[in-house]
């Protein structure tokens, strides 16, 4: 019913810019929070950023100064504007929405995923 798709990786070097985005499509009547996670080979997946449907937003770490988030909710799209990117933020980025509400209830759903490569 729901199905978030990813979009806008690819091969960037180092001190780049990218822009990813995620579209949730289906029959939603409403998203909490929506998210960006990586996982980067041999590691566990991590939080990158997350937003609220209100705007309030959070980061890891390792990407706060670099790294924005951002939605439309009337699309319920989320967007992660990626600056100075690093190495080591090769990884696939997923994106996740929390708390979707249709029909038939509450659910979370995650994107295929989508491969940032930050390399010379």
């Known amino acids: 019913q729901v199905q978030l798709v990813e979009s806008g990786g690819g091969l960037v070097q180092p001190g780049g810019s990218l822009r990813l985005s995620c579209a949730a499509s289906?029959?939603?009547?409403?998203?909490?929070?929506m998210g960006w996670y990586r996982q980067a080979p041999g590691k566990q997946r991590e939080l990158v950023a997350v937003?609220?449907?209100?705007?309030?937003?959070n980061y890891a770490d390792s990407v706060k100064g670099r790294f924005t988030i951002s939605r439309d909710n009337d699309k319920n799209t989320v967007y992660l504007q990626m600056n100075s990117l690093k190495p080591e933020d090769t990884a696939v980025y997923y994106c996740?929405?929390?708390?979707?509400?249709?029909?038939?209830?509450?659910?979370?759903?995650w994107g295929q995923g989508t491969q940032v490569t930050v390399s010379s």
């Open positions: 289906g029959r939603i009547l409403r998203v909490n929070a």
């Open positions: 996740n929405a929390d708390s979707v509400l249709t029909v038939q209830g509450f659910n979370s759903y």
């Open positions: 937003i609220t449907r209100s705007g309030s937003d």
